[in-house]
């Protein structure tokens, strides 16, 4: 079971906005900066989203993050067919453990 | 433009060890950046394994901690994992990352992941 929850899939047309929610605790989110992922078969993870509601150069506008409390969210606006993939949450974990980067279940983006 | 690339054996048996390597090319490595190994099980979320330096420092994530290696090798400019006795919970495909190189304080920058098997 992952640290962070994540819906399992979510889904919607061509141009309609999507958002997917990334659900931890005091020790992850509460606490730390949250980053976002995409992946497609086969290839590299791509790192959408970084502190939050940073994005890296070469990631499109229609990618925003934002996070509050111990929950976070990332919006995808004006969806298109390129979008549809995998998409995780991650955290770096303060835990009593020991240190930990820990990440969602993943949601996995139905475009229809 | 950096890029990583996973290599190793595709399948191992139960009880062996899993020893993959990733090779870094195209970013300065004498900087002392963290890299990391992150698996995906089939069907199943993204899972840190650790970090190392190239200071040669390492985090582990507290599950797996005690059949961990991780090493950092300045001649050749590799990272290293090797986790010992294997179970079938193993298998998964496996990548390799790098922390902060291009300034985000996350794992920015990725490989396309290698399959390992670990199978009889």
């Known amino acids: 079971q992952s640290a962070l929850t994540q819906p399992p899939s979510a889904s919607g047309t061509p141009g309609q906005r999507v958002t997917i929610s990334c659900s931890g605790s005091s020790s992850n989110i509460g606490s730390n900066t949250v980053s976002w992922y995409q992946l497609l078969p086969g290839t590299a993870p791509k790192l959408l989203i970084y502190s939050n509601n940073q994005r890296p150069s070469g990631v499109p506008d229609r990618f925003s993050g934002s996070k509050s409390g111990t929950s976070a969210s990332l919006a995808i606006s004006g969806l298109q067919p390129e979008d549809e993939a995998d998409y995780f949450c991650s955290a770096w974990d303060d835990s009593l453990n020991g240190p930990d980067w820990v990440f969602g279940g993943g949601t996995k983006v139905t475009v229809l | 433009q950096v890029q990583l690339q996973e290599s190793g054996p595709g399948l191992v048996k139960p009880s062996e060890t899993l020893s993959l390597t990733c090779t870094i090319s195209?970013?300065?490595?004498?900087?002392?950046?963290?890299w990391g190994w992150i698996r995906q099980p089939p069907g199943k979320g993204l899972e840190w394994i650790g970090s190392?330096?190239?200071?040669?420092?390492?985090y582990y994530t507290p599950s797996l901690k005690s059949r961990v290696t991780m090493s950092f090798d300045t001649s050749t400019k590799d990272f290293s994992l090797r986790l010992r006795s294997v179970t079938v919970a193993d298998t998964a495909v496996y990548y390799c990352?790098?922390?902060?190189?291009?300034?985000?304080?996350?794992?920015?920058?990725w490989g396309q992941g290698t399959v390992v098997t670990v199978s009889s």
């Open positions: 990352a790098g922390l902060g190189l291009t300034g985000a304080e996350t794992f920015d920058m």
């Open positions: 195209g970013f300065s490595t004498s900087s002392d950046y963290y």
């Open positions: 190392v330096s190239h200071g040669g420092k390492t």
